[in-house]
């Protein structure tokens, strides 16, 4: 199988790291408007890089179109000829942009698969989810969560859950942060040195999240189970709660969720 990958962004060379596991780095081709930032992200796999989107497509079986969604329409129009003489398999991570709004771009059915990586991608520790249109055959289904598995787990999906993806694992990444800031900071307060502090709620949520993952019990469950009676844990929960914490983060996510169906290209 030999990959292309159009753009060499953080998520692009991410997906590509994980697809040189399945592939080989010498099966993989980058292009980018910056050459320079191909050159080097195909040096990490040993990788090549092709002058221009058209070359890249003609001779690929996969196609990871890691552009951001203001300029897909302009790759698309790009590579429509070269797609226009096989089915070469189409996998977009543009916000946005809907299967069928591709296909119409290109003026076909070709092969899409679109996913939603979240920025723990990059670490090997991501959720993507997928949706493909049926055009995509199961060996090639297989084929590409193979290839995304290597970046986290992989969850497939009807596309009309998109929004609330983007909103969910998409955005949450970003409050999960000001979480563990926020943790880091009340362990400075209660006199913890910052590096010290950070690394303790690091770790912290780190290890919850498996926890909960690991065991598969209910989130309320495991909370009982950290809070004694008259504890520090239930003198904390309370203060959470008179801060309506949980109300908060559930509107974070819908707030997130409308924005997401603001940017929709339907």
């Not at 060996?139 to 969850?155: F, R, W």
């Not at 009807?158 to 909103?167: N, S």
């Not at 209910?218 to 003198?235: F, N, Q, R």
């Amino acid at each position: 199988m030999r990959i292309a990958c159009i753009g060499s962004g953080n998520m692009g060379t991410a997906l590509m790291k994980g697809a040189a596991f399945v592939v080989g780095g010498e099966n993989i081709d980058f292009t980018d408007v910056d050459a320079d930032k191909a050159k080097n992200a195909a040096a990490v796999l040993d990788a090549r890089v092709v002058s221009s989107n058209a070359e890249a497509v003609s001779v690929a079986d996969l196609v990871f179109l890691a552009v951001k969604p203001q300029v897909l329409s302009a790759v698309l129009d790009e590579i429509a000829l070269a797609l226009k003489e096989k089915p070469t398999i189409l996998v977009s991570m543009a916000a946005g942009w809907t299967i069928s709004a591709i296909q119409e771009r290109l003026r076909g059915k070709q092969p899409v698969v679109r996913i939603m990586p979240n920025m723990p991608s990059l670490v090997g520790q991501g959720v993507i989810a997928l949706a493909s249109s049926p055009q995509v055959d199961d060996k090639q289904l297989s084929d590409a969560m193979k290839i995304l598995s290597k970046s986290g787990i992989v969850e497939t999906m009807d596309e009309k859950y998109f929004d609330a993806v983007t909103a969910l694992s998409g955005s949450a990444p970003a409050f999960v942060y000001m979480f563990i800031e926020a943790l880091a900071d009340g362990g400075v307060k209660a006199g913890l040195a910052r590096d010290k502090a950070l690394i303790l709620a690091a770790q912290t949520v780190l290890g919850a999240g498996a926890m909960l993952k690991e065991t598969g019990r209910h989130p309320g469950e495991l909370k009982d189970m950290v809070t004694s009676p008259s504890g520090t844990t239930i003198a904390g929960i309370e203060a959470l709660e008179k801060g309506a914490f949980r109300g908060l983060v559930m509107s974070a996510v819908d707030a997130a969720l409308k924005r997401a169906r603001e940017l929709s290209v339907q």
